[in-house]
């Protein structure tokens, strides 16, 4: 069965510090897809990356970056000299190959609430 | 490109009162997929569809609950009757549907529901 595991919570920051969000997934399938969004307090989700799993680089998008281990089945999120903007709750989410050479269905963790405080 | 267009942004309704929320995915996108957030279960999926076609519904919570996507470009999510349990935000989400396609899931702003 897939799942998606964001053990932490909540996390505050203070302006400036580097954060790091961690997501662990479960899935038997080869073939995968791994994402990161954001929800912002105004509650819409807004798409951060997306990575197969046969992509193991990691990506860096400004102040964004993210580590893909599938060693450690690990898609860990880490947001550089963090923001008062990057204040969010933010989701990790798997999807599998589906019928047909379709998407499947995403599966989301719990999600991570960052505060980043002034 | 409009997005992901969802129809109303919130509803208030009766316990009782049937509930039609809208979806206009992204034109060109193949898949369509409803998803509930509530604090208690986070982000689940509702049922999704494939070209036109209902993949997977094991996520309807029961028989009050069903979905329709009759053409490329609209799907309905209907509760009837709605009760206070339902009360949470809606999200209707497209994707280009294939595997190929590097793109991620585009979410709708969300229809917050309460049913009082």
């Known amino acids: 069965a897939q799942k998606v595991t964001q053990a932490q919570t909540e996390i505050s920051v203070v302006e400036k510090e580097d954060v790091t969000l961690d997501c662990v997934y479960e899935t038997r399938d080869t073939t995968y897809y791994l994402f990161w969004y954001k929800q912002p307090p105004s509650g819409e989700l807004v798409f951060l990356i997306r990575r197969n799993s046969f992509d193991e680089q990691n990506e860096i998008s400004g102040r964004y970056s993210w580590n893909f281990q599938k060693s450690t089945s690990s898609f860990n999120f880490t947001i550089t000299a963090s923001q008062v903007v990057d204040s969010a709750v933010y989701f990790c989410?798997?999807?599998?190959?589906?019928?047909?050479?379709?998407?499947?269905?995403?599966?989301f963790g719990k999600g991570t609430k960052l505060s980043v405080k002034p | 490109d409009a997005g992901v267009i969802q129809s109303p942004r919130h509803e208030v309704t009766e316990m009782g009162q049937e509930v039609t929320l809208r979806c206009k995915p992204i034109s060109g996108h193949n898949s369509l997929f409803w998803y509930r957030q509530t604090m208690m279960r986070g982000l689940e999926l509702l049922i999704y569809f494939n070209n036109n076609v209902p993949i997977d519904d094991s996520g309807m919570p029961e028989d009050r609950f069903s979905a329709k996507m009759p053409n490329a470009s609209f799907s309905t999510l209907k509760i009837q009757p709605s009760e206070p349990r339902d009360s949470a935000v809606y999200f209707c989400a497209s994707n280009h549907g294939t595997v190929k396609s590097n793109y991620g899931y585009t979410f709708g702003s969300g229809t917050r529901l309460t049913v009082v």
């Open positions: 989410a798997l999807s599998e190959a589906g019928s047909g050479g379709s998407q499947g269905n995403l599966i």
